[in-house]
Nanobody, 120 residues
Framework: QVQLVESGGGLVQPGGSLRLSCAAS????????MGWYRQAPGKQRELVAV???????NYADSVKGRFTISRDNAKNTVDLQMNRLKPEDTAVYYC??????????????WGQGTQVTVSS
């Protein structure tokens, strides 16, 4: 069973910074993608940033240049450094682990979510 535990959300003023962390445990294959999604009230969940096990990254256009994703494959952790935060970054942020099986099929696991609020 895979578990994802997130930490680091909170309230920050516009222009401030926060760092989110996620630790995965359980049966985690070597071929996977870890990253972060977010969901604002009344909106669909959207990709923020993901990183593959070989360090390829993908960022949402809205966060490029402000957010940086990093991961430690040995520890099965993924972090999201968020700088120059804007009110529109306010959302619940979810850690995601996408496992790719030998058959090429993927399975998604989600953390419980952590609230990020950007407000003055």
């Amino acid at each position: 069973q895979v578990q994802l535990v997130e930490s680091g959300g909170g309230l920050v003023q516009p222009g401030g910074s926060l760092r989110l962390s996620c630790a995965a445990s359980g049966s985690i294959g070597s071929i996977n993608v870890m990253g972060w999604y977010r969901q604002a009230p009344g909106k669909q969940r959207e990709l923020v940033a993901v990183m593959t096990s070989v360090s390829s990254t993908n960022y949402a256009d809205s966060v490029k240049g402000r957010f940086t994703i990093s991961r430690d494959n040995a520890k099965n952790t993924v972090d999201l450094q968020m700088n120059r935060l804007k009110p529109e970054d306010t959302a619940v942020y979810y850690c995601n682990l996408h496992l790719i099986g030998a058959d090429g099929l993927g399975t998604d696991y989600w953390g419980q979510g952590t609230q990020v609020t950007v407000s003055s």
